[in-house]
């Protein structure tokens, strides 16, 4: 029980996730901030295979999955099918992806509910590859991970790309809300939901989600490293509202090495790779800190 | 009342008076008419209805999912490579049993690329459980629409209505068109079993595992042989209130008597009714298959000529396939693929020969 968020719980036990799962955590919260009255679509991945098992299931809210690319666009057809029956402002839609379903094969889908101003509120947990495949990489992988599918090999160690900027991407669209948000600050998390449901159109949140099996760290550490990625400037909190820029949590701008150090994924780096990053990060925070003075 | 118009333009209008209140869309030729005609009934106030413009028809079929389950009647759409495009998801909405109907301008598969008619998309989603309905000419496509909502919604199984690509598509004939009235007396509004409602929440789409995945396919796989019953009461009904019928609503039988038979789906049915000493059987449903309207109908048949226009790789003309369980000695006639006319003359080539397979006109 985290202080202060409601009491009720949508997600509830039973599910099968690991133990310290970071998405079973936003899980709980998400949808405690949504509330009672609310659908969920969930797009194919670890949460939705872990929470359904039929005939049981761990929602206790209206909950349809379809295939892994198309839950933006269940969604739409929710939307309008809830307004030719007058019923659309009645309810909450939250759409629920992971990275893969997201920042890939569903992102088309997710464009296209954007561009028709479809109403409803999109919730990507990034555990920065295909968790439920066995951990291959997507394209939320940052750069030098280790993946299965981006081995450290003799010639090419790791991922040789860095994360695609989802959040940029989708705030290009000139949506109304998109915001980021790790489970180290639950109540950021909350209230960036509640606001993010209030906004006409799509709104998005990108929600960093630490895999115990993908990331390789022990399932106890899965809030400390949330904290880690923002204190590092790996993951920065903001949230942009009507175009305006407001930065949630001021990063202390830890070496990176802390961060990279204390997951599996990146045991195998060298100190060059590892300042490669963090100068990738400095630069990062440098941008940051022009759009925050803009404002 | 009759008015002339393209068949295209009749399915819109046969959509209109089925009141469907999400109209799921994407362009692709020769379906773009169709779609096009119900945005202007919709922006005209004729048609209250939301509509939905995917970016794909992957995500055009997948919206109907979602509005379906908010209870609402669903229309959508599509041809070829937007239907091939679309077929994980057919699979999926067979599977939640949604009750949606599609209209499928049927056209040639890429690659080459090629726009015009044949069956190589809606043969190609034979096995998606979809109901599969054919028609042969523009007043069929009027009512196979209307007939189709309510073999859907009872069954709950989706269905789509095949008009031939351009052949028909784009084909003007006089059609009567069916008072609202006596639509709404045929058609019951629709009513989910299930919904997404937060006041009985209820998860859709769940994982089965190996222990139940079977039991749930077996069901589906019931409810797509009951479904003939379905069609068939459909057919009578439909008879009963607008005077018209497609013989048993699974096939129709012209010429009964003659010993020689031509099997054909859609508008190539009504070419052949023009050879006067054969027996045309126009398949209408090819899913389900009809096994025993056919084998009554061919009792004491001497010779039987099955036309596909399409062909499935490696093992033969998919019809003929169906055909050959029932009258082995069928012969096949691959006609009319990507758009080949189908002429006359093709057809008394096709039925001169005695081969077992023959790519009809082929240089």
């Known amino acids: 029980m985290i202080n202060g968020l409601p009491e009720e719980e949508y997600f509830v036990s039973g599910h099968s996730a690991c133990p310290g799962c970071g998405a079973a955590i936003i899980m709980r919260i998400i949808t405690k901030a949504a509330g009672k009255n609310t659908i969920l679509v969930h797009n194919t991945g670890c949460m939705e295979v872990v929470s359904t098992k039929f005939p049981t299931t761990a929602w206790k809210l209206p909950w349809v999955h379809g295939a892994f690319e198309n839950g933006a666009a269940i969604a739409s057809g929710i939307h309008a099918g809830l307004k030719a029956q007058g019923k659309r402002n009645d309810y909450n839609i939250l759409v629920i992806g992971g990275d893969g379903s997201t920042f890939d094969i569903g992102f088309g889908a997710l464009s296209g509910a954007i561009d028709r101003g479809d109403k409803f509120t999109y919730v990507c947990y990034d555990n920065e590859a295909y968790a439920n495949t066995g951990l291959q990489k997507s394209g939320a992988t940052p750069l030098y991970a280790w993946t299965a599918t981006t081995p450290i090999g003799k010639l090419i160690r790791g991922n040789m790309r860095d994360k695609k900027p989802i959040v940029d991407i989708i705030a290009a669209h000139k949506v109304e809300y998109v915001a980021t948000a790790t489970i180290a600050y639950p109540h950021d998390l909350f209230n960036k939901v509640k606001k993010a449901l209030l906004y006409d159109g799509v709104s998005f949140i990108h929600v960093l989600s630490p895999c115990i099996l993908g990331w390789k760290y022990d399932s106890n550490k899965t809030i400390e490293l949330s904290r880690l990625a923002v204190d590092t400037g790996m993951f920065y909190l903001y949230e942009i509202e009507r175009g305006k820029f407001k930065l949630s949590i001021t990063p202390k701008m830890e070496p990176v090495e802390k961060y990279l150090k204390a997951q599996g994924r990146f045991a195998h780096l060298t100190n060059q790779e590892i300042e490669e990053i963090q100068k990738i990060v400095n630069e990062n925070w440098e941008e940051l800190n022009k759009r925050i003075n803009s404002n | ?363």
């Open chain 2, 1 to 363: 009342m009759k008015r002339i118009g393209e068949a295209s333009a009749a399915v819109a209008e046969a959509v209109k008076l089925c009141k469907p209140q999400v109209i799921s869309i994407y362009p692709i030729t020769p379906q773009t008419h169709i779609v096009e005609r119900l945005s202007e009934l919709v922006n005209n106030g004729e048609l209250k209805a939301e509509v939905i413009r995917a970016e794909s028809e992957h995500s055009m079929v997948s919206a109907i999912i979602g509005a379906s389950l908010t209870g609402s009647r669903v229309f959508s759409a599509t041809s070829s490579q937007g239907l091939a495009l679309a077929h994980e998801v057919m699979h999926i909405v067979s599977g939640m049993r949604i009750p949606a109907v599609m209209a499928i301008a049927a056209r040639a598969l890429s690659a080459p690329i090629n726009i015009w008619g044949d069956h190589s998309d809606v043969m190609t989603s034979r096995d998606t459980s979809w109901i599969q309905l054919h028609c042969k000419n523009t007043q069929a496509a009027f009512d196979t629409i209307i007939q189709a909502y309510y073999i859907a919604e009872k069954i709950k199984l989706p269905v789509m209505v095949i008009l031939d690509g351009f052949t028909l598509t784009h084909l003007a004939e006089p059609v009567d068109v069916a008072e609202q009235k006596k639509v709404d007396l045929f058609l019951p509004p629709l009513k989910m079993n299930y919904t997404l409602n937060p006041e009985k929440p209820i998860s859709f789409g769940n994982v089965a595992f190996p222990t139940d995945y079977m039991e749930i396919k077996h069901k589906q796989a019931e409810a797509m042989v009951n479904a003939e019953k379905i069609i068939k009461e459909a057919n009578n009904k439909f008879y009963k209130i607008f005077k018209r019928k497609y013989g048993d609503g699974l096939i129709e039988i012209h010429n009964p008597k003659a010993s020689k038979v031509i099997i054909a789906s859609g508008t190539t049915a009504e070419t052949c009714k023009t050879l006067k000493d054969f027996c045309v059987i126009h398949l209408r449903c090819f899913r389900p298959f009809p096994y025993e309207s056919i084998r009554k109908a061919l009792e004491g048949k001497k010779e039987v000529y099955v036309i596909d226009r399409s062909y499935s790789y490696g093992a033969g003309g998919p019809l003929w396939l169906e055909v050959c369980n029932i009258f082995k000695e069928a012969k096949s006639r691959i006609m009319g693929l990507g758009g080949r006319d189908i002429t006359l003359d093709s057809i008394r080539k096709a039925v001169s020969s005695k081969e077992k397979e023959m790519w009809v006109d082929k240089l």
